[in-house]
C-alpha cells in the first residue's frame, strides 16, 4: 500500500476536517472515487493525464477550502509538471515522422524521368484540345439552317381575361406570412439579453443572467481534452454525463424549465459556451484560470 504524501496528507486532513467522506468529496467535485483516493496518496500514475493531476488538486482543494495555488506551489516538487511530458511526446511523435518524411525523398532514377513526363503530358492535353475544337467545327458545318415561316395572321379578336383576384390575394397572403414569420423571429433574438459576467469571491465562479428568452439551451463546443459537467440550481446532473470529452465532442443540454445552470469546466480554454447559440464571454481569461465554473440564471422577464 502506498503511503501518503505530504501533500495527499493536508488533503486528507482538511477533509477530515470538515466530515467529508471520499463519496462525498465525489459528489461535490464530480471526481471519481478513485481519483480523490489517488491524490492522497500520491499515486499520480493512474490519472487520465498530467494536465489533469494539477486540475483535479486545485478542485480538490477548493472542495475542502484550501488555497490550490499555495498548495501546488509549496508541494511542486510532488506534482509532475507538465512541460516534461509534453516535450517527451513531441519528441516521440517527431522521430516516425522524420523516419517518413525521409522514405518521401523521389529516388535520381524518378527525377530525370520527370521531364520526359512532363512533355508527354503537354503532348496530350495539346491532341485533346484539337480534337475537341474538330469536332466542334465539323458539328456546326453539320447543323441544319432552319428556315423561318411567315408569322401568322391572327383572325379572330383577342379574348379578355379577368384577372384572377383569389390568385393576387393568395399570394399577397403569404408574403405578408413570411413577413411577419422573419419580423417575429429578428423580435426574439432582439429581447434575449445575456448580461455580462460578475466574478464572485472564489474568482473560480462567474455569475450571468440571461433575460428576454423563451428558450434555454446550453451548448459546450470541445476543442481539446477537458472536463464537463452541467448541474442545475439544486447541483444535480443534467448533462449527459460528467467526465473528460475530448476535441470535436459537443455536449448539449435544454434546461428549459430551470432556474440555474452551473457549468463546469476543467480546461476553459478547451471550451466555448454557448446559450441559445450565443456565445458567453469568460469573465476571467482562461489562460489565467484554467478551471471555472459558468452560473447562468434564467428570466423570461428582462
Known sequence: MLQLTELGTRLKEARLSKGYSLDDLQEITKIQKRYLSAIEEG???????????????????????????????????????NKTV?????????????????????????????????????II?????????????????????????????????PKTSKPDNNKGNATAAGEDQNTTDKDKTKKDKKQQKLSKGTLVNDNATTDYTLTGAKDFKIRVEVSGETWVGVQDENRLEISKKATVYHADDIVEVDAKGKESV??????????????????VEYAIAPANRPTQNIVIKFSEKE
Do not use: H
Not at 499515486?43 to 472542495?63: C, D, H, L, W
Not at 492535353?125 to 441544319?144: G, R
Not at 480554454?269 to 447559440?277: C, G
Open 125 to 157: 492535353m495539346a491532341i485533346v484540345v484539337f480534337w475537341y475544337l474538330f469536332q466542334q467545327k465539323v458539328n456546326n458545318n453539320s447543323t441544319p439552317v432552319k428556315k423561318e415561316e411567315p408569322p401568322q395572321v391572327q383572325v379572330d379578336p
Open 86 to 122: 509534453e516535450s517527451t511526446t513531441t519528441a516521440t511523435i517527431q522521430q516516425p515522422q522524420s523516419r517518413r518524411s525521409l522514405s518521401k525523398i523521389p529516388s535520381k532514377g524518378f527525377m530525370d524521368l520527370m521531364p520526359k513526363l512532363v512533355v508527354a503530358l503537354f
Open 43 to 81: 499515486n499520480y500514475s493512474i490519472m487520465p493525464g498530467t494536465f489533469y493531476v494539477r486540475a483535479f488538486i486545485k478542485q480538490y482543494a477548493e472542495a475542502v477550502d484550501l488555497s490550490a495555488d499555495e498548495l501546488l506551489e509549496t508541494y511542486k516538487s510532488e506534482v509532475p509538471a
Open 262 to 279: 452551473r457549468i463546469r469546466l476543467g480546461a476553459a480554454s478547451n471550451a466555448k459556451v454557448f446559450v441559445n447559440d450565443e456565445e
